[in-house]
């Protein structure tokens, strides 16, 4: 079945700048959705198809993905961006699951 | 607004059974398909089921296949999950969620509702 890895955690400074990778068997041919967690609440779509942000997401976050890894970068960092940060696809072959990475905490310093 | 409400969990013994609901409102639910995803605790996510909008697809976790059935009734607006031979491992915030068009993402989910499986 298919994998995706990411790191445990990632620290960042205020105003600084968080990249969260994803790491997949050729997940460059994959859409690539990704999730923000804060303790005690549900998990909130923060980028979607790779790039697009649903509205209401600021445009500090964005995504990317190519190859084997994806990523999520977070600019000008706040302490609200403080959360538990999913990557996701959809394996529709053979399996048809979905497939979470394995996330990554986000510590703003 | 997109509203997804999940009926209370519970304690159940291993081996036992229980039925999930989940209300939906704000959206034309038989357009959507719709998940479960669940959360042990401190742990991550992990999808557990997906259920077509029609009905007539659905997709299953390999950890809970055989014990688990997702179902709708599109009349009612309502997404089930039936768990049946329970297993300590199955202990988790269980979280319905809305798929976006097709089976992509999840653009909606719900607060989650407990379940507990110890004796």
């Known amino acids: 079945s298919y994998v995706l890895t990411q790191p445990p955690s990632v620290s960042v400074a205020p105003g600084q700048t968080a990249r969260i990778i994803c790491g997949g068997d050729?997940?460059?041919?994959?859409?690539v959705h990704w999730y923000q967690q804060k303790p005690g609440q549900a998990p909130v779509l923060v980028v979607h198809d790779d790039s697009d942000r649903p509205s209401g997401i600021p445009e500090r976050f964005s995504g990317s993905n190519s190859g084997n890894t994806a990523t999520l970068t977070i600019s000008r960092v706040e302490a609200g961006d403080e959360a538990d940060y999913y990557c996701q696809v959809w394996d529709g072959s053979p399996d048809h699951h979905y497939v979470f990475g394995t996330g990554t905490k986000v510590t703003v310093l | 607004e997109v509203r997804l409400l999940e009926s209370a969990g519970g304690l159940v013994q291993p081996g036992g059974s229980l039925r999930l609901s989940c209300a939906a409102s704000g959206f034309t639910f038989s357009s959507y398909a719709m998940s479960w995803v669940r959360q042990a605790p401190g742990q991550g996510l992990e999808w557990v089921s997906t259920m077509s909008g029609s009905g007539v697809n659905t997709y299953y976790a390999d950890s809970v296949k055989g014990r688990f059935t997702i179902s709708r009734d599109n009349s009612k607006n309502t997404l089930y999950l039936e768990m049946n031979s329970l297993r300590v491992e199955d202990t988790a915030l269980y979280y319905c969620?809305?798929?976006?068009?097709?089976?992509?993402?999840?653009?909606?989910w719900g607060q989650g509702t407990l379940v507990t499986v110890s004796s």
């Open positions: 969620a809305k798929d976006a068009g097709g089976i992509s993402f999840l653009d909606s």
């Open positions: 050729k997940i460059g041919s994959k859409n």
